[in-house]
């Protein structure tokens, strides 16, 4: 199970961090953990994803500079920190798990998670 928290409403140009804790649920493999949001009628996207070693980031060109992900294995848990958050921002962000067991490889493709939390809606008000 993903537990994902940290939404709420804010106003353009504030911050947020996003937390995702895996719990219940022992995964026998290296894992990378994403982040995907979506809006209503629209597919859900890709904004970040770090690889088992922390290694290894990658970033959707639209959060590029603006966004941070961070992951505590001891935690199972992956972040989030959003920082000039711009109303586009605003959607329902999921985490993700990979479970691809390599130490320091990314994939960015939602068809290629496994496991994906409930969602936390965040909202940027202009």
């Known amino acids: 199970q993903l537990q994902a928290s940290g939404g709420g409403l804010v106003q353009a140009g504030g911050s947020l961090r996003l937390s995702c804790a895996a719990s219940?649920?022992?995964?026998?493999?290296?894992?990378?953990m994403g982040w995907f949001r979506q809006t209503p009628g629209k597919e859900r996207e890709f904004v970040a994803v770090i690889s088992w070693s922390g290694v290894v980031t990658t970033y959707a060109d639209h959060v590029k500079g603006r966004f941070t992900i961070s992951r505590d294995n001891a935690k199972n848990t992956v972040y989030l920190q959003m920082n000039t958050l711009k109303p586009e921002d605003t959607a329902v962000h999921y985490c993700?798990?990979?479970?691809?067991?390599?130490?320091?490889?990314?994939?960015?493709?939602?068809?290629?998670?496994?496991?994906w939390g409930q969602g936390t809606q965040v909202t940027v008000s202009s």
């Open positions: 993700a798990v990979d479970l691809m067991n390599e130490e320091s490889r990314v994939r960015v493709d939602k068809i290629f998670y496994d496991f």
């Open positions: 219940g649920h022992t995964f026998n493999h290296k894992y990378a």
